[in-house]
């Protein structure tokens, strides 16, 4: 597993939760990263919250008959692209948001991730990443944490 994030202290926790390799998109071009790291190969599948900013990269990081998979658009949401290097890689790209479903299937997802992850959330198979927990009167504290990205997985409120 490839990750790439933009400090050293996220890369590091990367590392310990799992990663093979870590890049930081910051100093670094990812997608020669990638090239270097797969022997010219690309990846199977990225997960990407940046969208259009990173697609080119994100098409060059992938091998042939690669998947992106676009779950956020926090560089944009509008590009210019040369569909041919879709086509030459056979490169299949999936978007997905809750924002646009019903809350009917809003509710089927949110069965079916409890189906999924409650097992492994209670046998600490899996575990989530909370980096600071605020009070609901620090909103606007945890809200600028955020925007100055330097939590290191979730920020929570707590409601008393």
Known sequence: MIV???????LSLCKELGAHYTINYKKDNFAEKVSDITEGKGVDLILDFIGASYFEKNIESLKIEGRLI?????????????????????????????????????????????????PLLTNKRISPVIDCVFQLHEVNEAHEKMERNENKGKIILKIN
């Open 4 to 10: 790439t994030a933009g400090s050293e202290e996220k």
């Open 70 to 118: 676009l779950i956020g658009t926090l560089g944009g949401s509008r590009l210019e692209i040369d569909l041919m290097s879709l086509m030459i890689k056979r490169i299949k790209v999936f978007g997905s948001t809750l924002r646009s479903q019903t809350p009917a299937q809003k509710e089927s997802l949110t069965k079916k991730f409890v189906e999924f992850a409650m």
